[in-house]
Nanobody, 128 residues
């Protein structure tokens, strides 16, 4: 059974950093498209950063470029999201997702895929 488990969320002040982790079990992440989405209260789930399987390139939404970094550790079967210089608008529940599909990071982040594997989410709150 495919399972994703996120961790690393928390409450931090603006300007702070967090590192989210997402560990997969029951499958190997290597050939999968992977990504991080977030959902703020009252808003739709949106793609934050995705790593495509077709070209290995990363996608970041404009509001996080230069502040967030997505990475994959093959040995640990884990994907990370390093978040620096956090802002109050980064607040939300962060979900990781993975799907065995040939797709670019841009298109994988375009909208949530209900047929993909999803974690349960980890809460991120940016507040002073």
């Amino acid at each position: 059974q495919e399972q994703l488990v996120e961790s690393g969320g928390g409450l931090v002040q603006p300007g702070g950093s967090l590192r989210l982790s997402c560990t997969a079990s029951g499958f190997r992440l290597d050939p999968y498209a992977i990504g991080w989405f977030r959902q703020a209260p009252g808003k739709e789930r949106e793609g934050v950063s995705c790593l495509g399987s077709s070209d290995g390139r990363t996608y970041y939404r404009d509001s996080v470029k230069g502040r967030f970094t997505i990475s994959r550790n093959t040995a640990e079967n884990t994907v990370y999201l390093q978040m620096d210089n956090l802002k109050p608008e980064d607040t939300g529940v962060y979900f990781c997702t993975a799907k065995l599909i040939i797709i670019s990071g841009y298109y994988y982040c375009e909208r949530p895929d209900n047929d993909a594997a999803w974690g349960q989410g980890t809460q991120v709150i940016i507040s002073s």
